[in-house]
């Protein structure tokens, strides 16, 4: 530790000294700070601690002079940095007080030159005044002196005039330019000076004596946008005067420039905006020359052809503009970008021109086609010549979607009506063949048919076709509306056989091949199914729609019904004695019967096998409902147990004849009705009545559809039913109801029981 050495007072530093407090007196010099006397015993302690750590061993008492001499060298150390330390502060501090000295003096010799120059200065005011009238006296000589330099251009400014109007019906455009940029310099010189002068009244009499400056700015500028409008041509032909024109604009707009950057004065007439001009001329008459022409044919060669033009003169004019008019002007310019968004732009609206007229459905397919397709081609604005410079994909649509889309759609009404005209036309030649004295056509199986269904899948087809070098969403629409119009022409062609149906009735004999072309109607009608789904522009997605569907059927069946009547017709005149007395005498109406039937399945062979299987069997229920329908007439009751097995005998002979016939035309016995035939004499022919109630339940079970009236006739036929036993058997019945299963061929249902005849009575009283 560190000891002050006797008879010396320890030295602080600056840091070091404590500041007395404001209300404290201050101590005596000498006084000792309490800071000091504290720091002073922690260093005793501190090395008392030390010296009893150290010593505390007396073999460590040895070393008490070696730990003596090494303390006392280190504070001889410390204390000699001490002093050079405060040494070198103080003789800083000594040559900062020196400076400061010598800047003291500088100032004060400074202050005194300023007041001297003050003094001189005060002395020199009234010789400015002096200064001031020969500056006055000077601008004014500036002034005269720089009109005495433009006296001789003022005089000559008519003379100028005259000259630079010959130079430009010379067409010696730069000079002529050159001499009106100098008069326009030398009035707009005149002008600023008057207009900073204050003097605006003087301004209306330079504009008068330069008033010739305005008409041969309007000549130059005639002539200028001449030049623009025939620029095209003159770029083929003449460059230099087109080249020339660019020039004088470009002079022009530099100058323009220079007066707006400068806003103390503007000259009249400024800025003149020619380069804007020059893009308006042009565009003008990119539109006046292709756009603004005559009225447009609404025909569709007509406007087929126009289009073509169109396309042609673009791409010719464009190439012009890209090979050589694009060298003629600045690069800043960028004319061949202005020109194709003029030709763009004036396109689009020249198109919205035409689709205000009312045009035909070739001329709409045609404009979708060119606007769609040909437009963007390489036929036209994707030519290989114009590419890559000319980019009309970032201008936009030609029309709009929402206008392409009604444009389609009008497109669509149009086609709708042709259609409908063409199968009106296609209906009426069908039904003229109906009356030609020869069956209808054969294919290669035999089976009967027309050019119906062909002439319609194809002229459909290819309409839908077509519109798919258009866009989807138009071939979707042709293809609905192909849909509709078929749906309707199926109605047409319902209500035209309805139609040949009752005139037929009146007179069986016209036309005379009746039959065969209905039958060919049933094979159209197939055909028109298959063709159908083929009709779809998604292959992978052919389904029918429902209510086309149905349309179909409902045709298929009207034809269906229309030869079972004409079976029936035939039919009706033997199954009138069906059940009679002569019947069953012997007569050979079954016989007849199976002829008839033979005849119309031998022509139901000329239809496809479908539909062959659907007449038969409609045949076949035909024939079963006529002959329960005559068995319910009650033309007979059978008066003995002989007469009616002579009567069960004959029905099962009638009805056996019948299945086997049909058997051998094709269809199966499980699905012939005839087998309610079959059971009707099962209940004709039994023989103890007690059971008529067990039998007549098997048979309302077997077929649910037949009602008490029903039973009550087949009764009667017996002839040996008691009243008790009737009402048995229709009590049964009646507690038994019978529901229609799913799937079950009504028969007995559309079978009519004649009303009971009441008894005939001559007085007036109630009748037994």
Not at 444 to 471: A, C, R, Y
Not at 575 to 600: F, H, P, T
């Amino acid at each position: 530790m560190h000891q002050v050495p006797l008879g010396e007072q320890p030295q602080l530093s600056a840091v070091q000294q404590p500041q007395p407090e404001a209300p404290c007196p201050p101590g005596p010099p000498d006084e000792e700070w309490p800071e000091v006397e504290k720091a002073e015993k922690l260093a005793r302690g501190a090395a008392l601690k030390w010296a009893s750590g150290v010593f505390y061993r007396p073999e460590n008492l040895e070393g008490l002079g070696q730990y003596r001499s090494r303390e006392t060298q280190r504070n001889s150390s410390i204390q000699s940095r001490l002093k050079s330390t405060v040494q070198s502060y103080l003789e800083g501090v000594s040559a900062g007080l020196e400076q400061l000295r010598s800047a003291v003096q500088e100032v004060q010799s400074v202050c005194q030159e300023l007041g001297a120059a003050r003094w001189a200065l005060l002395d020199c005011a009234d010789r400015f005044q002096d200064l001031r009238q020969m500056r006055a006296l000077m601008a004014e000589h500036v002034q005269l002196a720089s009109v005495v330099q433009v006296l001789p251009q003022l005089f000559s400014v008519h003379e100028v005039f005259s000259h630079t109007l010959q130079l430009l019906r010379g067409q010696h455009l730069l000079e002529a330019h050159a001499e009106i940029m100098m008069m326009e310099h030398l009035r707009d010189d005149i002008l600023s000076q008057l207009h900073l002068r204050g003097l605006s009244s003087a301004q209306a009499t330079v504009l008068s004596y330069f008033s010739g400056l305005q008409e041969l700015n309007e000549s130059l500028a005639k002539q200028l946008w001449g030049i623009v409008g025939s620029s095209l041509q003159l770029v083929r032909e003449d460059p230099v005067l087109f080249v020339t024109a660019v020039r004088i604009i470009e002079r022009e707009e530099k100058i323009d420039d220079t007066l707006l950057l400068d806003a103390t004065f503007l000259p009249p007439g400024r800025p003149k905006g020619w380069r804007q001009k020059f893009y308006h001329v042009l565009q003008e008459t990119i539109t006046g020359t292709h756009f603004h022409a005559t009225r447009v044919d609404a025909e569709g060669p007509g406007l087929s052809r126009h289009l073509e033009a169109l396309q042609r003169d673009i791409v010719s004019e464009l190439r012009v503009v890209k090979d050589l008019m694009v060298q003629c002007v600045p690069a800043h310019y960028n004319i061949l970008s202005v020109c194709a968004a003029t030709y763009h732009q004036a396109l689009a609206s020249h198109l919205q021109d035409i689709l205000r007229e009312d045009l035909d459905k070739q001329a709409l397919f045609h404009l979708l086609k060119w606007v769609l397709h040909v437009y963007h081609s390489s036929e036209m604005m994707g030519h290989p010549d114009l590419l890559p410079e000319v980019d009309v994909s970032s201008l936009g649509p030609l029309i709009s979607p929402e206008l392409v889309d009604q444009t389609e759609r009008r497109y669509v009404v149009k086609l709708k009506a042709t259609v409908l005209e063409w199968m009106q036309r296609t209906l009426k030649m069908e039904f003229e063949e109906w009356f030609w004295e020869k069956e209808p056509e054969m294919d290669h199986q035999g089976f009967f048919q027309s050019d119906l269904p062909v002439i319609v899948t194809k002229m459909l087809n290819s309409n839908i076709e077509v519109t798919s070098s258009i866009t989807d969403s138009l071939q979707q629409k042709v293809y609905n509306m192909a849909l509709e119009e078929l749906e309707a022409f199926l109605g047409r062609l319902r209500e035209a056989l309805v139609q040949r149906g009752k005139e037929h009735q009146k007179d069986r004999t016209i036309p005379k091949y009746y039959v065969p072309y209905l039958l060919a109607m049933l094979n159209n009608i197939l055909a028109l199914s298959s063709s159908v789904p083929t009709l779809h522009p998604n292959s992978a997605c052919r389904e029918v729609p429902v209510s086309l569907r149905a349309a179909l059927d409902r045709t298929q069946k009207k034809a269906c019904q229309l030869l079972l009547e004409e079976l029936l017709l035939d039919l009706q005149p033997l199954c009138v004695e069906l059940a009679s007395r002569k019947w069953l005498s012997g007569s050979q109406l079954v016989n007849s019967m199976c002829e008839v039937i033979d005849k119309y399945a031998k022509d139901f062979s000329r239809v496809k096998k479908p539909v062959f299987t659907l007449l038969l069997t409609e045949c076949e229920l035909l024939v079963a409902n006529q002959y329960l329908r005559a068995l319910m007439q009650k033309k007979m009751v059978c008066k003995s147990k002989e007469e009616r097995g002579q009567f069960c005998d004959r029905l099962l002979q009638d009805a056996t004849q019948l299945r086997e016939l049909f058997c051998s035309l094709g269809l199966d016995r499980s699905q012939q009705n005839l087998e309610a035939v079959f059971a009707v004499r099962e209940l004709l022919c039994l023989k103890d009545t007690a059971l008529l109630s067990l039998e007549v339940l098997g048979f309302v079970t077997k077929y649910p559809d037949v009602s008490d009236e029903h039973i009550s006739t087949l009764l009667d036929l017996r002839g040996d039913v008691s009243k008790e036993v009737r009402h048995m058997v229709l009590e049964m019945m009646a507690q038994h109801p019978q529901a229609l299963p799913e799937g079950y061929q009504p028969i007995f249902s559309t079978i009519l029981v004649p009303a009971p005849e009441l008894p005939f009575c001559l007085r007036k009283g109630k009748c037994a």
